[in-house]
């Protein structure tokens, strides 16, 4: 078993491919078993293709629908792969969707997911909700709201008769979050020049930013970013950020939640700010170069380059990347990478943090890539 997993691992180092037609069609009740990835929630057969398009590693998937009589694990999306980008198992599953990565077909990078989803419970993620007339206002609403990616709507014959006609409105990142950094020397890495922020935020404003200045507690989460101004990008992308931290030497990005006050400390190697809303926030981050850093995994595919000038721009050009890792001349590296430029991604589509069956409430995705086109 150890030495299949050496081989697997040498053949993805070594740039072993192969070549993957475009398959749009799905196969229903049909399950492709084994080879998983990861499991996400997905409420349908659509939108879990799309996550496996966007997954770095996944080339095809299975989806386990709402009907199945035969699975309980409804609304599970399965990403998979393999060396040989072919299922190494399939066969006949009622309820069960099969289907493979739309990447090789040129897809759009932000689809519009105009779906709503009856007796449908997008659970979890909430940050704010109103109370709407039905659920096409509800979807107005988020569509609207700068942080809002899906909502939940309780239309009027809910159960509960207090939160009849209440639309609970739902953030996942919708701009790279990376997963790993490490301080790896003659390894150089970057963004791809196309990095989007969301689209709202139009006019550039001037960056507010407090060196040597921890704010601690009120955290809503922490994440990984390579320097302060990406800290402030994340903070000013969570609706619920209303100041961070960033700790320098762990890369740490902390973003917080305390809007009726900020109590500073004096803190080396920390530094602290303010999200910029409703306006572009300093992007100076994207253009740079940042020497021996590594973003390890995520790669969705690697080539020899003559320069880290031109991996950035290989990055740029291709739709699918949204940062890089290059490996210069000096390299140590054992598998002899010198040269070797990795071009990386990771799901930005919105993922509901759980998808389950409920009565009398409707879910459904903002419109905004929808307005956009």
């Known amino acids: 078993m150890g030495t299949h997993f050496i081989l697997l691992g040498l053949l993805y180092l070594c740039g072993v491919g192969f070549s993957q037609d475009c398959k749009p069609q799905l196969l229903h009740n049909w399950d492709f078993p084994g080879s998983d990835i990861i499991s996400l929630y997905s409420p349908d057969v ?6 496996c398009t966007q997954h770095s590693s996944c080339l095809f998937f299975t989806f386990i629908g709402p009907d199945s009589t035969i699975d309980n694990r409804l609304f599970y999306c399965f990403l998979k792969s393999t060396p040989s980008g072919q299922p190494i198992n399939q066969g006949p599953k009622p309820g069960t969707t099969a289907g493979f990565s739309l990447r090789p077909c040129n897809p759009d990078p932000k689809p519009c997911l105009s779906k709503v989803y009856w007796n449908t419970d997008f659970t979890g993620a909430d940050y704010r909700a109103h ?5 096409e206002e509800c979807q107005r609403v988020c569509t609207n709201d700068p942080g809002c ?12 008769e207090n939160i009849r006609y209440k639309c609970h409105l739902k953030f996942s990142w919708t701009i790279p979050v990376i997963p790993k950094i490490d301080v790896v020397n003659d390894i150089v890495s970057g963004f791809s020049q196309r990095y989007q922020t969301p689209q709202y935020l139009k006019p550039e404003c001037k960056s507010k930013l ?3 200045i921890n704010y601690p507690g009120n ?4 994440l990984l970013a390579v320097s302060p101004e990406q800290c402030q990008t994340l903070c000013s992308a969570h609706p619920l950020c209303t100041y961070f931290s ?3 030497n762990d890369f740490r990005c902390y973003l917080k939640n305390n809007p009726n006050e900020m109590v500073p400390r004096a803190a080396s190697g920390v530094t602290s700010g303010l999200p910029a809303r409703f306006c572009q926030p300093d992007n100076n981050w994207v253009k740079k170069i940042y020497e ?12 020899t380059a003559e320069d880290v000038h031109g991996c950035q721009r290989a990055c740029t050009a291709d739709p699918n990347c949204q940062y890089f890792s290059y490996h210069n ?8 990478m010198w040269r070797r430029c990795f071009l990386k991604r990771v799901i930005t589509l919105p993922v509901p943090p759980r998808v389950s069956k409920a009565i009398n409430l409707v879910s459904g995705f903002s419109l905004k890539n929808c307005h956009y086109k």
């Open 292 to 303: 021996d850093i590594n973003f390890p995994s995520n790669d969705i595919r690697y080539f």
């Open 246 to 248: 960033y700790t320098s």
């Open 329 to 336: 001349e000096n390299c140590t590296s054992k598998y002899r």
């Open 149 to 160: 990616q899906f909502f939940t709507f309780a239309n009027d014959i809910y159960g509960s």
């Open 210 to 212: 407090f060196p040597n």
């Open 219 to 222: 955290d809503v989460t922490s």
């Open 131 to 135: 109370f709407t007339p039905n659920y």
């Open 46 to 51: 659509e939108h879990c293709q799309y996550l």
